[in-house]
């Protein structure tokens, strides 16, 4: 875990505090043509290897660095002005997934070793149940009804902001669950509550109010019965 913690650091220096915003500049202009696309790679090669401190690391600095140098082209060359968002998070998320690897590797844990633990299925089950799945659960439950204070205030409030919303707080109830902080519970609904009030008091609607209330109340009901389920699961592994 301590080399992936310095491995995250080497890539965090590399690709946001010592990457100007001339190089970025640079690199989606000329793309492979850039000097600086292989400035970047050298520098998290030699990042990753000063952070490992050994020198039987090396060849897995170079790694990173490759990999890294391969993922930002396929990024660079795809990538259109609309789907940026989209390809620096699936960019990020790759980088992190090579390090995670490279770790693997180097500490002769093995990736096939990982993929084959149960905590890795019930957790990654549980992540992906309070995502989409749950998202689509709740709006077929509750589209039953309809308030027509939501459908008038529709066009002040961002695209999809409120499935985003409930998709991260599943999640925090999640991690709140399986840390052991049942009290950050209590903290996410009144803060959530807190911001809503604004909005409902606004609204003067009760067909609203209850509305939210139910989509809610359904929505960290969920989150708690899985995160009490993939507990119980996870402590009944040997």
Not at 64 to 93: E, P, S
Not at 189 to 218: H, N, P, Q, W
Request: net charge positive; proline share 2%.
């Amino acid at each position: 875990m301590i080399l992936f913690i310095k491995l995250l650091l080497a890539h965090l220096l590399g690709d946001f505090i010592w990457q100007p915003n001339s190089w970025v500049a640079d690199k989606e202009i000329k793309k492979h043509k850039s000097i600086y696309l292989y400035v970047h790679i050298l520098l998290h090669g030699v990042l990753a290897a000063l952070v490992a401190g050994k020198v039987s690391f090396i060849p897995y600095a170079v790694l990173i660095a490759v990999t890294h140098g391969i993922i930002d082209l396929i990024k660079l060359n795809f990538q259109k002005a609309k789907t940026k968002r989209t390809w620096f998070v699936a960019d990020q998320i790759a980088h992190i997934i090579i390090l995670i690897a490279v770790v693997m590797l180097y500490e002769n844990n093995g990736i096939i070793d990982f993929w084959v633990m149960n905590e890795f299925w019930i957790l990654i089950t549980g992540i992906l149940l309070v995502t989409k799945p749950t998202s689509i659960f709740i709006k077929t439950i509750i589209s039953i009804w309809s308030p027509e204070s939501q459908n008038s205030h529709q066009d002040n409030s961002l695209a999809s902001a409120g499935n985003y919303i409930g998709i991260l707080e599943r999640l925090f109830i999640l991690c709140f669950i399986l840390t052991a902080h049942f009290e950050a519970i209590g903290f996410l609904l009144a803060a959530k509550s807190i911001f809503r009030f604004g909005d409902l008091k606004e609204a003067k609607d009760r067909k609203l109010t209850e509305y939210v209330m139910i989509g809610t109340l359904i929505s960290f009901g969920i989150a708690i019965i899985v995160g009490l389920i993939l507990q119980a699961l996870l402590l009944q592994l040997p």
